[in-house]
């Protein structure tokens, strides 16, 4: 079973530069698993971050940004604000039988 | 701009049923394949089932396979969740959302409906 790992928790000051990463249980991420990240405030439904790897969704600032990093996807936030601090999640896309599978989630600390 | 109504969640009983319903607007709902997605009370996002734009395929998670299945009505814009057998690990907010074509993710997402499977 496929298993997608993220940080449980990360911390950065206010103006700080923060990488999230996304990565699988046996072996690596690539482009071909069409990395998404979502931020989710509580209570709320998740929003689109970046798709495609590197592609901000419309209305993301770009202090937001994705890519992969050795084995891994990951999200970059550039400048932290402190709204930024909530959870983050990454969507993997498996092919074959067409399914996704979420990683754990991040929860972002901005202080 | 896209807008995503769920609707049909509750309490039930284990082994029971719910349908849900997801309202969608703002786009044209038959070119597009559609989601659900839930989550648990306090716990991640987890991928539950797929059709595709007209309804030709449909694709579940394992720990659903079975017991829910995927449909839509492409004449009302609506899709639906049949959720049957229910069991309290099935206790979550259901989200439908648009998908995201030839990027496979999730492009918009409803506000969800809660479905609370207890005795």
Redesign the interface.
Known sequence: QTVVTQEPSFSVSPGGTVTLTCGLSSGSVSTSYYPTWYQQTPGQAPRTLIYNTNTRSSGVPDRFSGSILGNKAALTITGAQADDETDYYCVLYMGGGINWVFGGGTKVTVL | QVQLVESGGGVVQPGGSLRLSCAASGFIFSSYGM?WVRQAPGK????VA?IRYDGS?K?Y?DSVKGRFTISRDNSKNTLYLQVNSLTVEDTAVY?CAKG?GT??????????TLVTVSS
């Open positions: 989601h991640g996002l987890e991928w797929f395929n694709f998670a989200y995201g990027y496979y993710y999730f492009h918009s997402w409803g506000q969800g």
